[in-house]
């Protein structure tokens, strides 16, 4: 059966339709198609239950690239891995990367990914250059933000709703090695973490915070953690040799491993890691991608699978409202695995169901416990809507159509470019 | 270790020959492609022109060829030759169907058609090139066969025959060229997750990645191995199986 990395929910498909080549004409059905990648979004955003799926992986080929200029043209399938493993060592790089590399070009797309630079370099919407849109009709579509920006602000962040995305083409940026220079700094509260933040977003390309969500720091709130920025390195360090450890996780466990002791034990020696306040050379895999290196990592919740929660609160509420769901996520017991808080940039993305835009974004994960979850969720979600934040569609299985229509103002304006063959589970979820 | 520097694929739109190409293609290596189907061909030209930074298209050529048929192979071979010259290091046979058993059941010419495209057209093909190969004196000749060849089951015999009918050439040929110093290696995937398989439940740890396979068929031809089982797990799987009495084995639903 075929799931999203979380494994919520667990529907089944009419059909599951493999593309070969680009220009193959699309399955024609009653029922909906949806592109699927390599389905590492969380929840029902690349399923389409009692749909067909189309399945892109085969759809990974280059098609052009510029060695002056950094800008590629490949298929859509291409996965980020894929095209970095290409660009790296001729000095080119992806200019935003999600916190995962096996992720498809149409997926960032789709879903107008963003990274831990986005103050620096925005999602990833805003360094594609055009794409190829086939629709159901058979019609194919050259989309680029100048000579058709409503249809580029529709695909960009459109979920894979406006047909399927064959082709893209991305400026790349240059670097000098595949090395970085990064620092980390703990902090005891979030306080700290602004004042922290306000300072290293300015020098720093490349920034993220990992929170203890269950720990309190000296001063009795919840919110210490570890700061930690980056940027390209201009040199690679006299030992440059970099082997990926390849560890994977064999099987699921018959429950989660993920447990209220697991998690103080967890916090507890991730907060006590070693921190490096001057910045020293780290190679860009470990740093930008610090869980690819363990393979199917999501089995350690087990076969019931664990949701993610991941919002964006704007600037004014920001403060206030990420205190806020901190101590609701205290107050539950529930803590979080992987708690990432990120200051996004002051730019929204270039599509009108982006997700990124002005604020700061807080991701969490949690096992699957029923209604316990969903309570939590529920005060987590009060909190978001009255700051006039939203939830991340990639990485949602349950918001509701409420919170979803008062998070993307422009819901209205993008369902007039939707493939009338195309649907997702969370379309259909969010629109009814 | 042979160089692979200039290398023939045939059948190169499969997954695997595809993965192998690629690799190769980054490596810097000159190729000439054989697939029947343009449409799928020129697509994977350019990912490998852009993949080997040959933006001029002068390393990485190919044809069109329907390899099953016999009479096309001089002409691919001779094309093959003038567009990577008399300096061909390396041959990767790739082509092959997987037909369905069922329909082989109900039909001779079904099942006589599958043998001759998984089985006496690669041989053909051989003993056209093998001559060129034995006064070259070096090289080259990588054929991929089955683990389906080691024995007959009643699931999938028919494609077991042709690869095992195969695996057998390969075997004497490789007697043969061994005294002008040329390599034959036959390769012996388990279940890869390619669109040849695309009907079958794929879960499992038996099933390979198509890159993996690649990365295991380009060490063997590097290697000059004899057989090469790719995983190489499958050498154990096969070694059990055909220890397995044949009036045991008749019994087994396989």
Same mark, same amino acid.
């Given at each position: 059966?075929?799931?999203?990395?979380?494994?919520?929910?667990?529907?089944?498909?009419?059909?599951?339709?493999?593309?070969?080549?680009?220009?193959?004409?699309?399955?024609?059905?009653?029922?909906?198609?949806?592109?699927?990648?390599?389905?590492?979004?969380?929840?029902?955003?690349?399923?389409?239950?009692?749909?067909?799926?189309?399945?892109?992986?085969?759809?990974?080929?280059?098609?052009?690239?510029?060695?002056?200029?950094?800008?590629?043209?490949?298929?859509?399938?291409?996965?980020?891995?894929?095209?970095?493993?290409?660009?790296?060592?001729?000095?080119?790089? +992806?200019?935003?990367?999600?916190?995962?590399?096996?992720?498809?070009?149409?997926?960032?797309?789709?879903?107008?990914?963003?990274?831990?630079?986005?103050?620096?370099?925005?999602?990833?919407?805003?360094?594609?250059?055009?794409?190829?849109?086939?629709?159901?009709?058979?019609?194919?579509?050259?989309?680029?933000?100048?000579?058709?920006?409503?249809?580029?602000?529709?695909?960009?962040?459109?979920? $894979?709703?406006?047909?399927?995305?064959?082709?893209?083409?991305?400026?790349?940026?240059?670097?000098?090695?595949?090395?970085?220079?990064?620092?980390?700094?703990?902090?005891?509260?979030?306080?700290?973490?602004?004042?922290?933040?306000?300072?290293?977003?300015?020098?720093?390309?490349?920034?993220?915070?990992?929170?203890?969500?269950?720990?309190?720091?000296?001063?009795?709130?919840?919110?210490?953690?570890?700061?930690?920025?980056?940027?390209?390195?201009?040199?690679?360090?006299?030992?440059?040799?970099?082997?990926?450890?390849?560890?994977?996780?064999?099987?699921?466990?018959?429950?989660?491993?993920?447990?209220? +002791?697991?998690?103080?034990?967890?916090?507890?020696?991730?907060?006590?890691?070693?921190?490096?306040?001057?910045?020293?050379?780290?190679?860009?895999?470990?740093?930008?991608?610090?869980? &690819?290196?363990?393979?199917?990592?999501?089995?350690?919740?087990?076969?019931?699978?664990?949701?993610?929660?991941?919002?964006?609160?704007?600037?004014?509420?920001?403060?206030?409202?990420?205190?806020?769901?901190?101590?609701?996520?205290?107050?539950?017991?529930?803590?979080?695995?992987?708690?990432?808080?990120?200051?996004?940039?002051?730019?929204?993305?270039?599509?009108?169901?982006?997700?990124?835009?002005?604020?700061?974004?807080?991701?969490?994960?949690?096992?699957?416990?029923?209604?316990?979850?969903?309570?939590?969720?529920?005060?987590?979600?009060?909190?978001?809507?009255?700051?006039?934040?939203?939830?991340?569609?990639?990485?949602?299985?349950?918001?509701?159509?409420?919170?979803?229509?008062?998070?993307?103002?422009?819901?209205?304006?993008?369902?007039?470019?939707? &493939?009338?063959?195309?649907?997702?589970?969370?379309?259909?979820?969010?629109?009814? | 270790?042979?160089?692979?520097?200039?290398?023939?694929?045939?059948?190169?739109?499969?997954?695997?020959?595809?993965?192998?190409?690629?690799?190769?293609?980054?490596?810097?290596?000159?190729?000439?492609?054989?697939?029947?189907?343009?449409?799928?061909?020129?697509?994977?030209?350019?990912?490998?022109?852009?993949?080997?930074?040959?933006?001029?298209?002068?390393?990485?050529?190919?044809?069109?060829?329907?390899?099953?048929?016999?009479?096309?192979?001089?002409?691919?071979?001779?094309?093959?030759?003038?567009?990577?010259?008399?300096?061909?290091?390396?041959?990767?046979?790739?082509? $092959?169907?997987?037909?369905?058993?069922?329909?082989?059941?109900?039909?001779?010419?079904?099942?006589?058609?599958?043998?001759?495209?998984?089985?006496?057209?690669?041989?053909?093909?051989?003993?056209?090139?093998?001559?060129?190969?034995?006064?070259?004196?070096? $090289?080259?000749?990588?054929?991929?066969?089955?683990?389906?060849?080691?024995?007959?089951?009643?699931?999938?015999?028919?494609?077991?025959?042709?690869?095992?009918?195969?695996?057998?050439?390969?075997?004497?040929?490789?007697?043969?060229?061994?005294?002008?110093?040329?390599?034959?290696?036959?390769?012996?995937?388990?279940? +890869?997750?390619?669109?040849?398989?695309?009907?079958?439940?794929?879960?499992?740890?038996?099933?390979?990645?198509?890159?993996?396979?690649?990365?295991?068929?380009?060490?063997?031809?590097?290697?000059?191995?004899?057989?090469?089982?790719?995983?190489?797990?499958?050498?154990?799987?096969?070694?059990?199986?055909?220890?397995?009495?044949?009036?045991?084995?008749?019994?087994?639903?396989?």
């Amino acid at each position: 059966m075929t799931t999203s990395w979380n494994r919520i929910p667990r529907v089944a498909h009419a059909a599951e339709v493999t593309l070969n080549r680009r220009g193959q004409p699309l399955p024609g059905a009653s029922h909906p198609l949806l592109a699927y990648g390599l389905g590492r979004s969380y929840g029902d955003v690349c399923l389409n239950p009692g749909g067909s799926l189309l399945h892109t992986r085969d759809l990974d080929r280059f098609i052009a690239f510029d060695p002056d200029t950094g800008r590629i043209t490949a298929e859509a399938g291409l996965t980020l891995d894929d095209l970095l493993r290409f660009a790296v060592p001729r000095g080119w790089f +992806v200019p935003v990367v999600p916190g995962t590399r096996f992720v498809t070009l149409g997926g960032a797309v789709a879903n107008d990914v963003h990274g831990k630079n986005h103050h620096h370099a925005g999602s990833f919407g805003e360094h594609v250059r055009a794409m190829t849109l086939r629709r159901s009709n058979g019609e194919c579509l050259e989309v680029t933000p100048d000579d058709t920006p409503d249809w580029f602000a529709a695909t960009v962040g459109g979920l $894979g709703l406006t047909g399927l995305i064959e082709t893209v083409t991305l400026q790349l940026v240059p670097v000098r090695t595949p090395w970085m220079r990064a620092w980390s700094q703990r902090f005891d509260s979030l306080d700290e973490f602004w004042e922290l933040d306000a300072r290293a977003e300015r020098e720093w390309p490349y920034t993220v915070a990992w929170i203890d969500c269950l720990n309190p720091g000296p001063r009795g709130e919840v919110g210490r953690g570890i700061y930690s920025g980056a940027r390209h390195a201009t040199t690679a360090p006299a030992r440059s040799q970099y082997r990926e450890p390849r560890r994977a996780i064999p099987l699921d466990p018959p429950v989660s491993l993920v447990n209220r +002791v697991t998690l103080r034990l967890f916090n507890q020696l991730y907060y006590r890691q070693s921190v490096h306040p001057t910045a020293r050379a780290v190679h860009h895999l470990p740093w930008l991608f610090p869980l &690819d290196a363990i393979r199917h990592w999501n089995r350690i919740y087990g076969y019931k699978g664990f949701y993610q929660y991941q919002c964006v609160l704007p600037p004014h509420a920001q403060k206030d409202g990420m205190q806020a769901l901190l101590d609701g996520v205290a107050a539950s017991g529930q803590g979080s695995f992987l708690a990432v808080l990120k200051r996004f940039g002051d730019r929204a993305g270039p599509g009108m169901l982006s997700f990124p835009r002005p604020g700061a974004t807080l991701a969490l994960d949690f096992p699957e416990r029923g209604n316990e979850t969903e309570h939590l969720f529920r005060r987590l979600d009060h909190i978001v809507q009255e700051a006039g934040g939203a939830l991340y569609p990639a990485k949602d299985a349950r918001m509701s159509p409420d919170l979803f229509r008062s998070g993307f103002p422009r819901w209205e304006e993008f369902a007039s470019f939707v &493939d009338p063959e195309f649907s997702s589970g969370f379309w259909r979820r969010v629109t009814k | 270790m042979n160089r692979l520097q200039s290398v023939v694929i045939l059948g190169a739109t499969s997954a695997i020959a595809t993965a192998v190409a690629r690799e190769l293609a980054e490596h810097g290596a000159r190729l000439f492609l054989v697939a029947r189907d343009g449409e799928r061909l020129e697509p994977l030209l350019q990912d490998l022109r852009v993949r080997g930074d040959d933006a001029s298209a002068t390393r990485i050529l190919g044809t069109t060829a329907d390899l099953a048929d016999v009479d096309a192979h001089a002409d691919v071979w001779t094309q093959a030759q003038e567009a990577l010259g008399d300096n061909i290091d390396a041959v990767l046979l790739a082509w $092959g169907t997987l037909p369905d058993q069922d329909a082989c059941n109900a039909s001779v010419a079904t099942t006589l058609e599958a043998i001759h495209v998984n089985g006496t057209s690669a041989i053909a093909f051989l003993a056209h090139i093998a001559p060129d190969f034995e006064q070259r004196g070096r $090289g080259v000749i990588a054929a991929i066969g089955s683990v389906a060849g080691d024995r007959g089951r009643q699931s999938n015999y028919v494609y077991g025959t042709a690869k095992g009918m195969l695996a057998t050439y390969l075997q004497g040929l490789r007697n043969r060229l061994f005294f002008s110093s040329v390599d034959v290696v036959t390769i012996k995937p388990g279940f +890869v997750r390619t669109p040849m398989t695309e009907g079958f439940n794929r879960a499992g740890a038996l099933w390979a990645e198509p890159e993996t396979v690649a990365r295991g068929i380009v060490k063997a031809m590097r290697r000059g191995r004899d057989v090469a089982y790719l995983p190489w797990i499958w050498w154990g799987i096969m070694t059990v199986i055909r220890l397995i009495p044949e009036y045991l084995f008749k019994r087994l639903k396989l």
